[in-house]
């Protein structure tokens, strides 16, 4: 895989330009990684959708049970499910015309990964937006 999908400018500007965040898998359940992550961006000024089949209200956000469901236009969808299923919500993403796509770390589907790429979309693999912040000083 190398660095194709942890490029430096990529990640810089997802992080200081990217507005609205829809993240899929995300909870009301604060031992849940996502969580941790959706509250990290939340408190730095970014909109977060949660995406979960329960579409439940999380921090303060109204949820849906899919991405086609959001009636915003989405910068960046986090994908917070297991690599198996990374594909199928890659697909949606490109759907609806997210701008990019964030897989964070453990979460990894090379093809989804290209395919996204074909159809425009940014994105990043196997990186965690917090780290990535931090290691950016808030970007």
Excluded at 16 to 26: D, N, P
Excluded at 95 to 119: F, S, Y
Aim: aromatic share 6%.
């Amino acid at each position: 895989m190398g660095n194709r999908f942890a490029d430096e400018t990529v990640i810089r500007r997802l992080l200081t330009e990217a507005r609205t965040w829809a993240f899929v898998g995300l909870s009301g359940n604060p031992a849940r990684t996502a969580y941790d992550q959706a509250g990290l961006l939340k408190s730095r000024g970014r909109r977060v959708i949660p995406v979960h089949p329960a579409a439940e209200t999380v921090l303060g956000e109204p949820g849906y049970a899919s991405l086609a469901e959001v009636p915003d236009k989405v910068d960046v969808v986090a994908v917070y499910r297991r690599s198996e299923h990374a594909g199928q919500v890659i697909d949606e993403a490109i759907a609806i015309g997210a701008g990019a796509v964030w897989l964070p770390l453990g979460v990894i589907d090379e093809a989804a990964a290209l395919r996204a790429l074909d159809a425009g979309l940014d994105v990043v693999m196997d990186r965690c937006p917090g780290v990535e912040w931090a290691l950016r000083r808030g970007a």
